[in-house]
């Protein structure tokens, strides 16, 4: 649930529509306990009041206001309402957001089978959403920064969904038109209604054939042939449409969609004769907006004419730049039609001037309010941000002036008033903001001339602003508000804040909050005193070398005291998003991962600055499941919520990616994300990832993306998609094509890294990498069957590298590999299959223990193996004599994780075979060895020792296991020798480590020791 303020909105927002709209009083009596719900979510819609309108469907979810007929269509509904909304968002991430939301509620919804004429529902909002995201992939295709096969495969991707949408809605049509024909019954009352509401729904599916052929045309480019093919058929669909529905807006929008084709054709003149038919329609909200439209296409089709249509241009487009709403002048298309209309102001004055100039007052007037008109517009738009910001100061330079000449211009002298003032210094501001950004790309150009002017007249224009505000509050009196101050002081701290000058913003900032906390300029400089104060808490966390680390507690304390009070004072607000951004990210920078996630929820899905934050979030979350899954102490219920909090977080943080712009930590993080679908068991997601996502990381190798230059990127990618691929042969379906895919990344995997010493090392180093993921793989199956359906897969694969015996690198791999998948077996009673593998195990090491391999690392591993290896066959005292041979050269007797081993083979012999003096040396360690300076020891130190190594070193989780195993060696030698006093001593073992560390190693090891000592009372009797 929101806060109380914002169902207060939404309460206000309804009786505010009330009065609004009378549909919600022409209802009849007999609905009044009902609410009128299908009437107050149009006028939401109409008003756009998107969140709102989400708002008020969740809440009639359970409402017993809201009608069995409207509950049951709640889902496309919502779908309908953030469609709506993804068509005003200009932003490529939060439109990848909002698309994604919107299709997995129509999924679901899908999934649950809805009546049949839901899914008819359901069936036509799929179709929107895959023309919006056509749309979508088409305007990303224009991107400048993009290649050429990039280009190309948006314009294929967008091509497919456009087909897939041209097909749903030819079935619409069809299913409409049944239905039309069905309501022709004159004895039916509703007919006529239902017959025209059928109507009504049926023309618009029909204004989408014409206008998913325009985009497929556009997608093929002009070059094409099926372009102009397409784009006529487009227009003669469209005029038949005109024809038909003149005066209703599907005629219109048909009117227009023929008059784009034209222009895209080339044919201005018939276009225009189809856009004057639009202008001249009659004034109303309604087509004033159609006329905008039309002014779009006219700027291109004027364009086009020759000679230029100048007075007609001048005279269409004072009429619709004057009616223009804010909002849609910051828009594309009302920045295009704003130029096109300056432009025009600019021709005219250069022909008054060229037909003889300023003759009489009348022409003065006339070249003056047009200098006035055009000035003003492109001071407008050379603030805002874009491609165009460059010509619309040129064209002010071609007029004789400039964006300070312009405003000069316009305020002639010094300010009279404390609200002129105020004005000037925000525009200033303004003015600042956008010459930052100029400086930002001509640092990125390396322009230095360019950038020390920036730089001057950035210092110089922010004196100005600070300058102009201090006068506005010289100029304050009895009479001036707490607003009007509230909102100067405001706009000092954003100088400040503008200028990296964060400790005077932040002092500005506060003053305002503890003067004004209700007015309107107190929650925007709370969002800047909150990041003055992070900014300032992260330039005290950067450290030179040797420097020592800086006190932050007063940039925190103040952060969260602020972030704080902006949660609490202005719930759902801009202010509240950042906040809670700020507090995520400080509470990563303290390695708080469960406040960050907290924080986290705090910042809306949709927000364009919440990708990169549940990124970071979703890596630190992966980082920690991987570490507590190596540690082996946490349970394996918590393991899996940890793994999937973050596939959560890295699901949402990646949605937004693109593969043109996309960095090697993004890059990782895909990565990351498809080895938590392995970990899951999610193999088909994780292939998917891996080939086809929109940054998959095997695609990026394919195309030389700058990301494939990081060698640990492209080598971790392989190393994935082989476990990935293997992980397919547990479904034992087409397993030989997943064999050679397999087979196809390895030998990728080997020519990237080359055949160098270095290369044979890194190689080696991967391959035993694999072999462990690929046991903790098989670990995670559910069952049995599962396990020797993956264990058979994979021996057909090994059984294929087997027969590139002579590549050492690939023998290891393939031992490594049958090692790890007999000991998964063995651990999990499937005995007979794991000494098959075992046996191949020992073949493959024992081939590679004879080549002699000199590089010590790889020789240990191999003979690591080898002992391993000869305890899974039962052949124990070769496996023991291979473990006392390794761990009496060098230091090898120090490596704790050899001695387990050791040890290991020790208990598992004396058990296996009842064989009482294995189980001593188990405990006690054994094979005295004589080392290079003469010097004997015992080689295998034993569990004990062992114990004593973890107690010194305050792992409980490796005491655990040396406690499990004393105990288990304990009660065996007391049953082979019949003494039920070590069989009691063994109990006590782990009855006084229970006691002593409750926690006993973690639940992994708490579970198996309690489970041992239940066994060993019940078996003592």
Known sequence: MRPLLYGTRLILTFFFLLTLSNCFFSRSQEVHAEEPCQAFLEALREERLFDVAIEYLDAMENSPLAPPEFRERIALHKVAVLLDEAGLIRDDARLTAQLDRTEKILTDYIKAEPRAVLLAEAQEQRARILMARAGRLLTQAKSDRMTVAQKTEKQEKARVCLEEASTAYGEIRQRLRSELKKKLDPQNPNANTDRERLRNKYVLVR????????????????????????????????????????????????????????????????????????????????????????????????NLMDPFPLEEVFQRLRQVVYSMTPEFGRS??????????????????????????????????????????ANRILRSLSRIAGTHRDEARALLEAMGSSVAEAEVAENKGPPETMAEARKRGKEIQVRVGQLKIDLKQAEAAGDDSKITALKQQIAADSQSALAMLELALKMTDDQSSADD??????????????????????????????NFPN???????????????????????????????????????????????????????????????????????????????DYLERVPANSPSRPPVVLEVGNRLWQMYVREKRRGETDAASLAAMRDKAQSRLQDGIVSLDASTVSTYQARSVLALVELYLDAGETDMAIDMLENAPVAPLDLIKNKNKVAKDDKFRRDTYRTAVRGYLAKLRDAENALSWVEKSQAVLQALKNDIGDSPEGRKQLSDIYLTLARELKQQFESLGNNQQREAFADGLEAFLAALGKNAEDQNLMLLTGSMDLEIGQGLNENGLTDPAKRFFKQAVSIYSQLDKANETDPRIRLEIQRGLAKSLSGTGQYEAAIKTFADILSVGKNRQFIDLQIEAARVYADWGIAKGNSEALVKAIRGG?????????????????????????????????????????????????????????????????????????????PWKSRLDALLVRMQQEKG
């Open 207 to 302: 204004l989408q054939s014409p206008k998913i052929k325009e985009r497929i045309a556009d997608s093929f480019g002009p070059d094409h042939p099926e372009y102009a093919k397409l784009l006529q058929q487009a227009s003669v669909e469209n005029l038949e449409l005109y024809e038909k529905y003149r005066t209703r807006l599907s005629g219109i929008d048909g009117c227009l969609g023929a008059a784009r084709c034209f222009v895209k054709l080339g044919q201005p003149d018939k276009a225009m004769g189809h856009l004057v038919d639009v202008f001249d329609l009659p004034r109303g909200s309604v087509q004033i907006a159609k006329k905008r439209e039309a002014a779009v296409v006219a700027v291109d089709c004027w």
């Open 332 to 373: 594309p298309d009302g920045i295009k039609i704003q130029l096109a209309f300056a432009k025009a102001c600019k021709d005219k004055v250069d022909k008054i001037k060229a037909e003889g100039g300023a003759r009489d007052p009348e022409t003065r007037k006339e070249l003056t309010n047009l200098k006035k008109q």
């Open 485 to 514: 101050l509230s909102n100067i002081r405001y706009l000092q701290c954003a100088n400040y804040y503008q200028n990296d000058l964060y400790f005077e913003a932040a002092i500005i900032g506060e003053y305002v909050l503890e």
């Open 519 to 597: 007015n309107s300029g107190a929650a925007p400089s709370a969002g800047l005193v909150c990041n003055a104060y992070w900014n300032l808490y992260r330039e005290e966390g950067k450290l030179a070398e040797g420097e020592t680390p800086a006190d932050r507690s007063f940039e925190r304390e103040r952060l969260v005291e602020l972030c704080d009070l902006i949660f609490s004072t202005w719930p759902g607000s801009r202010q509240s998003e950042q906040a809670g951004l700020v507090m995520t990210l400080l509470s990563l920078a303290e390695g708080d991962l469960v406040e960050a996630n």
């Open 927 to 1003: 094979e005295k060895r004589e080392l290079a300076n003469g010097k004997t020891v015992t080689a295998i130190m034993g569990w004990v020792n062992l114990a004593k190594a973890a107690q010194r070193s305050k792992k409980n989780a490796f005491l655990a296991e040396a406690v499990y195993n004393i105990a288990k060696c304990k009660f065996r030698y007391g049953q082979i020798k019949k003494q039920e006093s070590m069989q009691q001593s063994a109990i006590d073992e782990v009855t006084r480590f229970k006691a002593k560390v409750p926690e006993m190693g973690g639940e």
